[in-house]
């Protein structure tokens, strides 16, 4: 900031200020956290509004990677290692 003239350090400061809030936004860790609490919203609506059914087969995609994944890594860890 001490090669700006004072009268456009005000306007450089919300720049900068703007523009790390656009950088810290739109990262990739953000977005995909933004869009899978938004699917989480989606699918909670369905459970309390009747479609129940609907709702938890819509959860599932979220719920079964992570156990199928272990299984996977556990059984090929097995078949190696005895």
Known sequence: ????PAAQRRSVLRQRTYQR???KLFSRSVVVGI?????LLFCLFMLVWGSASLGLLAVLPLLLPPPVAYLAYWLIWREFHH
């Open 1 to 4: 900031m001490n090669y700006v």
């Open 35 to 39: 869009l899978i609490a938004t699917y």
């Open 21 to 23: 809030l656009k950088t």
